[in-house]
Each structure stands twice: as structure tokens, then as C-alpha cells.
């Protein structure tokens, strides 16, 4: 009796569970698949559990196509991701490589913290951006409610240059300030 259970197709339903187990072995082996295209793909794996027939065929396909898997770059089958998924990784993959992308640990950084009025951080922010002066002093910079915090492997070289330009300005007021009493 159970040899006639398997001599019968399956239904879409048991197709679509091995089609999902054979995918996952696939990622699970290799990492991702580079086998599976389309439903005839399946077939050697159908046919060594059922007898090979057309109808077996048609309901590899019909489980395929009830998967709706989305397909990489070279045409093979994503179990993993759904195609909304897809289309985003490829969006942020194609913006990553515009962008010139690249990642740091920031675990090693020491951070600073410049405060200031918030209506003058963007700017400053793009005037520190822009300079050769700080260029190599700090990894990058954030725009905090009331100020810059800074994130830096070359603190004591951030320090002074953010105290050297500090006493300019503040230098600089003094002396306009002495100038306008007298």
C-alpha cells in the first residue's frame, strides 16, 4: 500500500515543500543556488520519488509558478528573499556602488563633541567637510541638536584644530568688541 502511495504525483502542495527543501540544501551547500532555473530543473529529483510522466511535469511547473520565486542576475531561482525584496537589495546595491560605498568599525574611535548654536551646524558641518585643514582628522561628523559630535582616531589632532579655530573666533570678537568702545 505505501509503494502505491508513491507511485501516485504529488500534490502542488508536497511539489512546492520540495521544491523549498531542494532550494534551501542548495543555499545551505553552496551558499546560493546555481542550479535551479526552471521547473525542468526539478525533474531528476521528481523522478527518482515518482514515476516520470507528463503530468508529474505539469505539476512541478504548476508549483513553481504557485512559488512565484524571483530569479538573481543570472536567471536562477531566490528562495529566500521575496521579489519586493529583490528589487530593494537591488536598488541598495546599485546606490552602494554609486556612492562609493565603504564601511568602518567605529568600534576603536574616540568621539567629540563640538557645541554650538543649531542654526549655524549645517553649515559649519560643510565648511569642515570642504577643508583641507581637517581633512584626516576625524572619520565623520554628526549633526546633534546643539552641536557636532565627532568621531575620530586622531583625537588630540581633532582637539587642537577645533580649539585653535575656537580661539580664533573667539579672539576675533574680543578684538571687534575692544574696537567698538573705543
Known amino acids: 500500500m505505501s509503494q502505491n502511495k508513491l507511485k501516485k504525483n504529488p500534490s502542488r502542495e508536497t511539489c512546492e515543500s520540495i521544491i523549498r527543501r531542494i532550494l534551501n540544501a542548495e543555499i545551505g551547500q553552496r551558499g ?3 542550479h535551479f532555473r526552471q521547473a525542468a530543473d526539478f525533474m531528476p529529483y521528481f ?18 509558478k504557485t512559488l512565484n520565486l524571483p530569479k538573481d542576475e543570472h536567471g536562477y531561482f531566490i528562495i529566500n528573499k521575496s521579489s519586493r ?3 530593494q537589495d537591488q536598488e541598495l546595491k ?16 574616540e568621539t567629540l563633541f563640538l557645541k554650538m548654536q543649531h542654526s549655524y551646524t ?3 558641518m560643510n565648511l569642515i567637510a570642504e577643508s583641507e585643514t581637517f581633512e584626516g582628522a576625524y572619520i565623520t561628523m554628526m549633526k546633534t541638536y546643539d552641536g557636532i559630535l565627532f568621531y575620530t582616531r586622531e583625537k588630540i589632532q581633532l582637539l ?13 570678537s574680543s578684538l571687534s568688541d575692544t574696537e567698538n568702545s573705543q
Open 85 to 87: 525584496q529583490l528589487r
Open 122 to 124: 549645517d553649515y559649519l
Open 160 to 172: 587642537k584644530l577645533l580649539e585653535e579655530f575656537s580661539c580664533l573666533i573667539s579672539t576675533e
Open 47 to 64: 523522478e527518482s520519488l515518482y514515476p516520470a510522466s507528463d503530468s508529474l511535469a505539469k505539476q512541478v511547473q504548476r508549483a513553481v
Open 32 to 34: 546560493r543556488n546555481e
Open 94 to 109: 546599485r546606490m552602494f556602488q554609486m556612492s562609493e560605498s565603504v564601511s568602518y568599525d567605529l568600534s576603536d574611535c
